[in-house]
Nanobody
Framework: QVQLVESGGGLVQAGGSLRLSCAASGSIFSSGSVAWFRQAPGKERELVASLSSGGTSYYTGSVKGRFTISRDKPKTTLFLQMNSLNTEDTAMYYC?????WGQGTQVTVSS
């Protein structure tokens, strides 16, 4: 099973940016889709963005134009570049691949 470790979360002011990383320990994102989800307090976990093995990306409506999902060439690390952050983006962010989930990284956006 793939082990995923997220990093890059933190506290940022509204309008700021963060870049999340998800490292696949002992494996690579060789095939299949990878995705970022988030879960805010009291809310269900929601899909934020996904990236297919062919390079097709999907974004949920609220982050389109602000977030970018990508992976490095060795396919060992997944990224989520988040720009123009707002308080609604405050959540725990998780990456997932082939049924495995990371432990999450907290993103807090202050007004």
């Amino acid at each position: 099973q793939v082990q995923l470790v997220e990093s890059g979360g933190g506290l940022v002011q509204a309008g700021g940016s963060l870049r999340l990383s998800c490292a696949a320990s002992g494996s690579i994102f060789s095939s299949g889709s990878v995705a970022w989800f988030r879960q805010a307090p009291g809310k269900e976990r929601e899909l934020v963005a996904s990236l297919s093995s062919g390079g097709t990306s999907y974004y949920t409506g609220s982050v389109k134009g602000r977030f970018t999902i990508s992976r490095d060439k060795p396919k060992t690390t997944l990224f989520l570049q988040m720009n123009s952050l707002n308080t609604e983006d405050t959540a725990m962010y998780y990456c997932t691949y082939r049924g495995s989930w990371g432990q999450g990284t907290q993103v807090t956006v202050s007004s």
